[in-house]
């Protein structure tokens, strides 16, 4: 089974200095920075590009996390090269259909969505589809208009399926069909439609707020009306606890954000190791907090005091990363800053004595805990986080590999 990690514009300073906490003077964003594949061994199978994350929707191009400068270079390089993949990777399209789900219809055509996959050169690209919104899994009926605004959504995914695999015969990518549906049946005869129409590959799309037990109960229900030889990709899904039943289910890939918005979402699960999670320690840039710029204005503490302490827990967390502070005084330096910053005193003891005790990045072997430690366990601004984050993709990955998911 291959993982394919959306692009969200996600990368990293290779000379960020973790002492000062600067940058390099002369720096310019994504052309000076590294991926995570470019970081570590193999933390994915390769890249799903979205079209409205990388052009914005009509009328609203500025809203997207590429610059007018990034977007050019992306079409002239192709993606392989824009983001320095080796031909070991691959690179998957689609539209990002979330994005504009709240619209009656996609705001592009089928020929525009081969357009962006042309000029970005991927490998296989998913046909223009609409996130139909509200799966029933029970026996009741939906009433008329709700059921007819969901037909209609899944019509158009259809529709457009079949126009976008007549087109593409005329280009190189492999394409995929979306399945969207609003419970099993609808599901059922969607995949039986785009299987009947030639597609080999069919991606499920619309199931990211299904939990976990109705995904392998449709996957059963697919499997079981409509055999044969076709892969499957599941468009966000990537749940460590069903994982090994989807590959008995015609599932070939798929594809998630989860393990990196883990380490920077979850309040005590930042950090994965080999089936095992850690809390980070939240040591977060004074600066930029609300209550200790309020508490400074009206006199409580002084701005001095407010740096101390940040940099008396920081210079802790370093020392004990290199044996030369024990548990119980590394606690007290991040208890009083964590006191002034969050207003709690000791809430997530427990979790950090285990992730001190522990030491999980000694542990892994990966780049990212081998050059920089202890690091990588402090949540604290995008360079750490985001490299905490890449560890976790390649954590995700390796299980994933092994079949230890």
């Known amino acids: 089974m291959k993982y394919f990690f959306p692009d969200s514009q996600d990368f990293v300073d290779p000379l960020f200095d973790f002492e000062t906490e600067k940058h390099q003077s002369l720096r310019v964003t994504q052309r000076d920075d590294v991926y995570a594949h470019q970081l570590l061994a193999k933390p ?69 969505l081969i357009n962006f996959y042309v000029k970005t050169r991927v490998d296989s690209g998913v046909s223009l589809d609409h996130v139909v919104v509200g799966y ?11 059921k007819f605004k969901h037909l209609a959504r899944v019509e158009l995914s259809l529709n457009n ?4 695999l007549r087109q593409q015969r005329n280009y190189a990518f492999t394409p995929y069909g979306v399945a969207q549906g609003w419970d099993k049946a609808s599901y059922i005869e969607s995949v039986s439609a785009l299987k009947s129409m030639g597609y080999k590959h069919i991606t499920i799309g619309g199931i990211v707020t299904l939990d976990s037990m109705q995904i392998c109960d449709l996957l059963d229900r697919i499997h079981e009306k409509v055999p044969g030889h ?31 918005k883990q380490s920077f979402l979850s309040e005590k699960h930042n950090f994965r190791l080999n089936g095992d999670t850690y809390c980070a320690i939240r040591l977060p840039q004074s600066f930029g907090n609300n209550r200790v710029k309020n508490a400074i204005s009206s006199g409580q503490i002084s701005q001095e005091n407010v740096s101390r302490l940040e940099r008396n827990a920081l210079q802790a967390v370093r020392l004990y990363g290199q044996y030369q502070l024990g548990v119980e005084a590394t606690l007290y330096a991040i208890q009083a800053y ?68």
Request: proline share 3%.
């Open 136 to 146: 029933n899994d029970t026996n009741s009926e939906l009433l008329l208009e709700a």
């Open 230 to 260: 076709y892969g499957i990709h599941l468009l966000g899904i990537g749940r460590q606890d069903i994982l090994p039943h989807l590959a008995s289910r015609n599932v070939i890939s798929v594809d998630s954000t989860t393990p990196l």
């Open 44 to 112: 994915y199978d390769g890249l799903l590009i979205s079209k409205a994350i990388v052009d914005g929707l009509p009328g609203k191009t500025d809203k997207t996390r590429y610059s007018r400068g990034q977007r050019y270079r992306l079409y002239r390089e192709g993606a392989h090269q824009f983001f320095r993949l080796s031909q070991h990777y691959e690179v998957m399209g689609d539209s990002g259909a979330f994005s504009y789900i709240q619209q009656n219809t996609p705001p592009y055509t089928t020929d525009d």
């Open 338 to 405: 964590e006191k002034l910053v969050f207003n709690r005193e000791g809430s997530l003891n427990d979790e950090y004595s285990r992730t001190l005790i522990v030491r999980p990045w000694e542990q892994c072997g990966c780049n990212i805990c081998k050059a920089i430690g202890i690091e990588v366990l402090v949540f604290r601004g995008t360079e750490r986080n985001k490299r905490r984050a890449f560890h976790n993709l390649q954590d995700f990955y390796k299980n994933l590999m092994v079949g230890n998911l």
């Open 161 to 164: 399926a079949e126009e976008f």
